[in-house]
């Protein structure tokens, strides 16, 4: 298969026609490169709070609201462009008010097919900024969907710095990381999240940022970040354990050649076997006693 996976500059944008017109054009461009999956980072739905206007946009929790209004139309647009273009789709994640849960929003991904089929992942680990001050709770709980790709498990940014949430996906294939953070440092983070859990995972993980500076928001005002295709630095992957990134904090799309049945390979017979030796460290991962020296 052939994935993209975005560098994305959210926009202040004029009408729903605007935001319509991005979202149909990064699509078209991706599906013209040959992808046969996209993946749009955490928050990029933000921009959608632009449509109430700059004052609603300012206001955290105005924000909140009005991007989770927008979510089913936005949607239906991904939906189509999935089927048109026969391709799957990881829509960039909002917040969205979901009954089911609780009072406070959730950060949900969406995953759309060129069957029809859709389905969502919501993140399960809140960032300080997240609980502390937003108000952005946890979800349903972690799925892992089989696709005609393979089977695809998410982990919404934070989420890829914990190893037993992705021991929960150990049979995905690939593991998308929908990713925003304000500094440097926060994009290390999770782009070392990543590839720790490819290689713990022995499998391939899919990293998309946020770009660029969006004064019209508190939120998601600052972001840094690029696009980035992780394996096992193993037997039929790079020895760096990256198959391909972009250029920091340029917008567009990376792409990356991937074979599932190396996944399977190295899972099977690579070098090391990470993934089959897991509950090896069963027993011996009790808090470690303090033995002195001095």
């Not at 052939?2 to 944008?13: G, N, S």
Request: some cysteine.
């Amino acid at each position: 298969m052939k994935i993209a996976t975005a560098a994305y500059p959210m926009d202040f944008l004029a009408d729903w026609d605007a935001y319509a017109s991005k979202i149909t054009s990064w699509v078209s461009e991706a599906a013209g490169q040959g992808a046969d999956l996209l993946v749009f980072p955490e928050y990029g739905a933000m921009e959608l709070a632009t449509l109430a206007g700059r004052a609603v946009a300012a206001d955290l929790e105005s924000s909140l609201r009005a991007v989770s209004d927008n979510i089913p139309r936005a949607d239906a647009l991904h939906a189509d462009l999935a089927r048109a273009h026969g391709v799957h789709i990881l829509a960039a994640s909002g917040p969205v008010f979901d009954a089911t849960i609780g009072l406070r929003p959730v950060n949900r991904a969406r995953l759309f097919t060129p069957s029809g089929a859709q389905a969502h992942q919501d993140k399960q680990i809140m960032t300080r900024f997240e609980r502390e001050i937003w108000g952005v709770v946890p979800g349903h709980p972690l799925a892992l969907f089989d696709t005609s790709l393979g089977k695809l498990g998410i982990l919404i940014c934070y989420d890829s710095e914990y190893p037993l949430l992705a021991r929960a996906l150990s049979e995905a294939d690939l593991i998308l990381v929908p990713s925003c953070t304000e500094a440097l440092s926060g994009y290390s983070r999770v782009r070392i999240g990543a590839m720790a859990r490819a290689l713990e995972q022995q499998c391939v993980t899919v990293m998309s940022s946020t770009t660029g500076a969006c004064d019209w928001s508190e939120a998601v005002d600052t972001n840094t970040g690029m696009g980035g295709v992780f394996g096992p630095p193993d037997t039929g992957f790079p020895a760096t354990g990256v198959i391909s990134e972009g250029r920091m904090n340029q917008p567009g799309w990376t792409y990356a050649e991937i074979d599932i049945s190396h996944i399977a390979h190295v899972r099977a017979d690579g070098v090391v076997l990470n993934r089959a030796h897991w509950s090896e460290q069963t027993g011996r991962d009790a808090p470690a006693p303090i033995r002195s020296l001095r």
